[in-house]
């Protein structure tokens, strides 16, 4: 494999997805506030679940570094990262990105951060996963597909 191509088609980088979809959706909150639950309940989830997003991308992230192979999906991969969370899901940081879009459609009590995380997890597979899945295929082969047929996408 040469070089230029030892690397997932992305062309730009993937957070940029779901950090628009939350300020698409904040924007539309200010100017057409729609809550999607009563009261205060919503905050209270929306920060457990951002703790939780945070964690499981902390703990690929962890599982990556100790790999020694690269967290920007842009960049080669040197080894195929299976443990972990990699254990219960493939992409456990675009799925900590899209429970990020949710937690903040919690903290905000917003409807429209809300109807906007189905989207961001659409466009993070299209956009994304499938370009690294493919790659990861011709790169590690029959390693990759064994891992694939395990383990599933998001969870």
Not at 33 to 62: C, K, M, Q, V, Y
Not at 89 to 97: A, E, G, K, W
Request: charged share 20%; proline share 5%.
């Amino acid at each position: 494999m040469s070089q230029e191509a030892d690397r997932a088609d992305i062309a730009f980088l993937p957070p940029l997805i779901p950090a628009a979809a939350i300020l698409l959706g904040l924007g539309l909150h200010f100017f057409w506030p729609i809550e999607f639950l009563p009261g205060d309940g919503a905050r209270g989830f929306g920060w457990l679940l951002f703790a939780t997003a945070l964690a499981i991308a902390g703990a690929a992230a962890f599982e990556m570094k100790r790999a020694h192979t690269h967290v920007d999906a842009r960049k080669a991969a040197t080894r195929l990262v299976t443990g972990g969370v990699f254990e219960h899901s493939r992409n456990p940081i675009y799925l900590s990105m899209t429970l990020a879009v949710v937690a903040v459609a919690g903290v905000f009590n917003s409807f429209w951060v809300l109807l906007l995380a189905a989207p961001t997890a659409r466009a993070l597979q299209k956009l994304a996963i499938e370009p690294e899945e493919r790659y990861l295929e011709r790169k590690f082969g029959r390693d990759y597909l064994d891992y694939k047929a395990r383990v599933g996408r998001w969870i």
